[in-house]
């Protein structure tokens, strides 16, 4: 079979301790999905049902361990905001996934940044419409390498801050999720069949904010390591 054109090669991401690489399929986000950070976005934080929002997979950015990503600074928004995340890897498909064996389908976690043109975010809220310019724009998933849960098993506590310029503006605890990782999943997957090469957002804490151009984000998660990323 022959393409009109060259397909684009598979968005890959890099694994701790292995020369393996992940490829991914698709990007899911939970918004809201920290009380604190739902209180701040002028939203209820009672736990009804999680909702998801997409990004495409090549909105994803591969962040190697030492490496600082030039993070470009997106058209139209003077608001561009910042969202530190854990973010899960599926490794194994699946539709109406009990949550007793949910957890069987996250193969990895990473530290991510879900990147937000905030202004465009909030008008489109405002007017009832969909969220995309706001969320998925080109560049706005940085991600960590993943850390393969059969090596650190599935955290349920972990510190999870982001700093800018050296300050700190979020520093909470995965903890605080109010839907789990597991029940996100199980979740997830009565809405999609998730399959291997699946992401996860799983939402951000309280402390979100805007970057200028030449600033600094550093962002980790306790046993996930750090991500650094400099906006030009």
Avoid at 40 to 45: I, L, N, R
Avoid at 178 to 187: C, F, H, K, L, Q
Avoid at 189 to 205: C, H, K, N, V
């Amino acid at each position: 079979m022959a393409f009109v054109f060259a397909p684009p090669a598979p968005v890959a991401l890099p694994v701790a301790h292995s020369p393996d690489q992940f490829a991914v399929r698709r990007v899911y986000c939970v918004g809201r999905n920290y009380a604190a950070h739902a209180r701040e976005m002028g939203t209820d934080p009672d736990r009804e049902l999680p909702f998801f929002f997409c990004k495409p997979a090549d909105a994803v950015i591969p962040v190697a361990d030492g490496q600082t990503l030039a993070l470009p600074y997106p058209a139209r928004t003077d608001d561009f905001h910042y969202e530190a995340e854990l973010v899960v890897a599926i490794g194994q498909g699946g539709s109406n996934i009990p949550l007793a064996r949910a957890l069987d389908h996250a193969w990895a976690y990473a530290v991510g940044l879900d990147m937000t043109r905030r202004d465009r975010q909030m008008e489109l809220r405002k007017a009832g419409r969909p969220w995309e310019v706001g969320k998925s724009f080109d560049a706005s998933a940085p991600i960590g390498p993943l850390h393969r849960a059969s090596e650190i098993g599935h955290p349920t506590q972990a510190g999870i801050w982001l700093t800018v310029n050296g300050q700190d503006r979020q520093r909470s605890d995965i903890a605080h999720l109010i839907w789990s990782v597991a029940e996100t999943i199980a979740d997830l997957s009565t809405y999609f069949r998730l399959e291997a090469g699946d992401l996860i957002y799983t939402g951000t804490p309280e402390g979100v904010g805007a970057v200028a151009r030449g600033d600094r984000i550093a962002v980790g998660i306790d046993g996930l390591g750090e991500l650094h990323a400099h906006v030009v």
